[in-house]
Every structure is written in C-alpha cells, then in structure tokens.
C-alpha cells in the first residue's frame, strides 16, 4: 500500500483525532498544525504549533510542505471575533501556499451555506445563502477556493450538523433539556433535522481522498430525520414522557424571548432549526462512493444520554 504524507488541521477536534488515528495506524505520515499541542495526545506526528487566527505564515508553509493531503477542519464556532480570522482567511492562507502544488486540500465546510428557505431539497447546487457568521465564513473560504479553481486541486465537503456520543452538542443538550421539563413543542413530520454521525464524515473523508475524480467536486453528506420521531426516541430512552403540549409557533416565540432576556446570538439558528423542512440531498457522495449514510441514531442516543 502506498504511504502518504497527511497534513491535518483541527486534529484536537474528534473528526480530525479520528482522521490521525485512521492515517497512523495505517503507516502513513501525519503532520498536524494545533495553537496548543499540549491537548494532542497521539503519537507518532510531527506537531506544528500556531494560532490560526493569527497564523505564522512560515510554520504554515514548512506544515504544507510535500504533503499529499492537507485536511483543513479547523474552525471557530463559537467566538465570533475570531470567525473571519480563524475560518476565512486562514483558509486563504492555506489556498495561497498550495497554489500550483500536486497537494490535494480537503476543505470540510457547512451545509448551512445554503438557503434553507428557498431550497426544499439541498443538493450541491442549489441557491446559497447563510444566517450566522460561522456560515457566512465557511462560505467565503468555498469562494476562494473556487476563484483558484484552476490552480488547486481540492475537495469540498458540507456535513449538516455532526453527532458523535463524545462531542458535545448544544441541539441535543436542548432536546434532552426540553424532554427533562416534560415538554414537548408540536411538531409535525414534515419538520427535518439535518444530522449526521461523525464516522459517516470521517469514512466520506478517507474515500474521497482516495479517489482522482472527486478533485474540484463538492459533496453533501447528512441524513434527513423527523425531529418528532427523533424526541420521541429520546423520551423513551429516558424513560420521561412529556406532558405539556405546546404549539410549535407559541414555542418559537418563547425561544426568541428567551434568547432575547439570556442574550444568547444563536435565536435565528434555533428557529430554523424547529421549523426546517428542507431535505439535504446525500445523492451525490452516495453514488460516489457506494456508501449508504446512516439515518439510524438510536445507538447514538442511546450512548449520548448514557453519559449524562
């Protein structure tokens, strides 16, 4: 088997620790750039150390070299003064040095770069359009990589929001929040959540990478969920059935006042979330890769809340 040189970033955060574990034990060479290399506990790499917020534009340059894939994962989400720094032109930095290199850049976006009120189902070419910084940022980097389309070779992927029982999730510390209170909003079937387990990405990753046609291409990779079904299976789990009913549109407006009192910046986020119809198209990368994503999230749950 051919060994490769893999460079990674954000590999502090659990789809790229999955990524060093994967290309390690497979005896390929990993190189990783963190801000912190004292919450890298794997061996075997060769760690470069700068803040990508502020990047060290000779670190970044001796991290790139030679590399055959450079997976950039790295962003910021939850510091918004750090979000165009961090997300938009680090990445450019990251473009510019690769420009014209047989290097292959992995570029992990957001499927929230597109309009999810226009498009009822997302596929890769549907109309674009963001309601938070953080998408706002990842769409930017997508726009720079594709002004320099011709010369780059890169790969673009946009997973919905990410699930794995070890990683925190504020949606589903929400949901079982709402499910403890014993109270459920009324939602219908039609109403979807874009989620998508962490080893379905880190899989998508790994065969993308493999293959010489998904170069310049951009895929989509989420599953399309009941939110209903998906509340349901988290009171069964509990063991907690709800039994204050509230209408969905009461309870939009109880979580913008909410929002508004706590001045939480996430409300248009959350209102999307509980009132989003729109499916996510996994087609493309389906067929591309003859995978299946999973739209099972029972042993998730099950282990998720096992936790707490």
């Keep these: ?62 991290f790139t070299k030679k590399i055959d894939f450079l997976f950039h994962l790295a962003s910021e989400l939850k ?24 290097t292959t850049l992995v570029y992990m976006s957001s499927i929230g770069v597109f309009d999810f009120n226009y498009n009822k189902v997302i596929t890769e070419h549907s109309e674009k359009k963001q309601i938070n910084k953080y ?12 002004s320099l389309k011709k010369k780059l070779k890169f790969i673009i992927v946009r997973p919905s929001i990410v699930l794995d029982p070890k990683m925190k999730s504020n949606i589903i510390k929400n949901l079982i929040a709402l499910n403890n209170f014993k109270i459920r909003p009324k939602i219908s079937q039609s109403i979807l959540a874009n989620f998508v387990l962490s080893s379905d990405v880190v899989n998508a990753l790994i065969k993308l990478s493999k293959e010489k046609k998904s170069i310049g291409e951009s895929f989509n990779i989420s599953s399309n969920v009941s939110l209903a079904e998906f509340m349901l299976e988290i009171s069964d789990i509990t063991n907690k059935k709800p039994h204050i009913s509230i209408p969905l549109n009461i309870f939009l407006i109880l979580i913008k006042i909410v929002s508004f009192m706590t ?15 729109s499916r996510v198209s996994s087609e493309k990368i389906e067929n591309f890769l003859d ?8 042993h998730f749950l099950k282990k998720y809340i096992g936790k707490k």
Excluded: W
């Design 291 to 298: 995978l299946k994503i999973s739209e099972n999230f029972s």
């Design 1 to 62: 088997m051919k060994k490769f040189r893999i460079g990674i970033t954000g590999a502090s955060g659990l789809i790229g620790s999955k990524l060093c574990e994967f290309y390690i034990a497979q005896g390929h060479q990993v190189s990783i750039i963190t801000r912190n290399r004292r919450k890298i506990n794997l061996k075997n790499l060769n760690i470069y150390e700068t803040d990508l917020s502020k990047p060290d534009i000779q670190i970044i340059k001796k």
């Design 135 to 146: 998408e706002k940022t990842k769409f930017l980097g997508e726009k720079y990589i594709y």
């Design 263 to 277: 001045n939480r910046r996430n409300v248009k986020s959350l209102v999307v979330f509980f009132s989003n119809t």
């Design 79 to 102: 510091d918004n003064s750090k979000m165009v720094s961090t997300n938009y032109e680090a990445t450019k930095v990251f473009v510019d040095v690769l420009l014209n290199t047989e």
